[in-house]
């Protein structure tokens, strides 16, 4: 068994959450699903579904667990399942704005050089719950939609598609010129996000910046307008993961 990623067009993914659904994922390829005997009843139903679906699927490898732990990153949190899938379907923002011509309300988000994998798969997870319809990230400056991401984001990466831009200036130049409007979300803002609830455009990009640097220059300026969170307390800053959330809840 070789979990090591040594074709660029294949994912690994572990943990319960993201294993099921991307098992489920008529857009996945799977190679290798390995589960121990512990986790593989649990993983009985999954399995059923999805030949309910008509899905093919591999069958299931059993591994010992140490062996799972050996071959995974230190530390993964795997809860006894492993997968190698084919990678998701590339999208851009002009997918993203062919969808919202059709839909007619969209809430798209764009991060600025938010690194952390973990902050990106919450922020996922967010966007996944409150019917966000897209993220954007920066090629360079972005995780992949594997690992500790995916376990995060609980599945959410098979839901919420991703577009990896080389200049989000440019792309919010684009998306603008397709009628979405800008917020960034900066505590110099004049008005709150809350502001945006029942009474906001209908087509919208939020933008959050890494924690400390916030949003950069280039981007900020090509923003409609800054807005800032609603808080009241002594700390009034907050995880960009959480504020991604409040921001997405104030935009339904």
Same mark, same amino acid.
């Given at each position: 068994? +070789?979990?090591?990623?040594?074709?660029?067009? !294949?994912?690994?993914?572990?943990?319960?959450?993201?294993?099921?659904?991307?098992?489920?994922?008529?857009?996945?390829?799977?190679?290798?699903?390995? *589960?121990?005997?512990?986790?593989?009843?649990?993983?009985?139903?999954?399995?059923?579904?999805?030949?309910? !679906?008509?899905?093919?699927?591999?069958?299931?490898?059993?591994?010992?667990?140490?062996?799972?732990?050996?071959?995974?990153?230190?530390?993964?949190?795997?809860?006894? /399942?492993?997968?190698?899938?084919?990678?998701?379907?590339?999208?851009?923002?002009?997918?993203?704005?062919?969808?919202?011509?059709?839909?007619? +309300?969209?809430?798209?988000?764009? *991060?600025?050089? /938010?690194?952390?994998?973990?902050? /990106?798969?919450?922020?996922?997870?967010?966007?996944?719950?409150?019917?966000?319809?897209?993220?954007?990230?920066?090629?360079?400056?972005?995780?992949?939609?594997?690992?500790?991401?995916?376990?995060?984001?609980?599945?959410?990466?098979?839901?919420?598609?991703?577009?990896?831009?080389?200049?989000?200036?440019?792309?919010?130049?684009?998306?603008?010129?397709?009628?979405?409007?800008?917020?960034?979300?900066?505590?110099?803002?004049?008005?709150?996000?809350?502001?945006?609830?029942?009474?906001?455009?209908? !087509?919208?990009?939020?933008?959050?910046?890494?924690?400390?640097?916030?949003?950069?220059?280039?981007?900020?300026? +090509? @923003?409609?307008?800054?807005?800032?969170?609603?808080?009241?307390?002594?700390?009034?800053?907050?995880?960009?993961?959480?504020?991604?959330?409040?921001? *997405?809840?104030? @935009?339904?």
């Amino acid at each position: 068994m +070789n979990f090591k990623k040594n074709n660029t067009n !294949k994912t690994l993914l572990y943990g319960f959450h993201a294993v099921r659904e991307a098992w489920l994922n008529p857009e996945r390829t799977v190679d290798q699903l390995f *589960l121990t005997d512990q986790s593989a009843k649990g993983f009985e139903s999954v399995l059923s579904e999805a030949k309910g !679906k008509g899905l093919r699927r591999p069958s299931p490898s059993h591994v010992d667990k140490k062996k799972l732990d050996k071959v995974l990153p230190q530390g993964a949190v795997h809860q006894g /399942v492993g997968l190698i899938t084919s990678d998701l379907p590339e999208q851009d923002i002009h997918d993203f704005a062919r969808r919202a011509e059709m839909k007619g +309300n969209s809430v798209l988000v764009m *991060l600025d050089q /938010v690194t952390d994998p973990h902050n /990106v798969g919450a922020i996922i997870r967010s966007s996944c719950a409150f019917g966000s319809d897209g993220i954007i990230m920066q090629k360079k400056h972005a995780p992949t939609l594997d690992g500790v991401l995916a376990k995060t984001a609980c599945g959410a990466v098979e839901h919420v598609p991703v577009a990896y831009e080389t200049n989000l200036s440019r792309s919010l130049e684009s998306l603008k010129e397709a009628g979405f409007f800008v917020y960034g979300l900066d505590e110099r803002g004049e008005k709150t996000i809350d502001a945006l609830r029942g009474d906001r455009p209908e !087509k919208i990009v939020l933008v959050l910046g890494a924690e400390g640097p916030g949003i950069r220059h280039l981007v900020r300026e +090509n @923003c409609d307008e800054l807005m800032k969170l609603p808080t009241t307390g002594e700390i009034s800053s907050l995880n960009v993961s959480n504020a991604a959330a409040v921001a *997405l809840f104030c @935009c339904q």
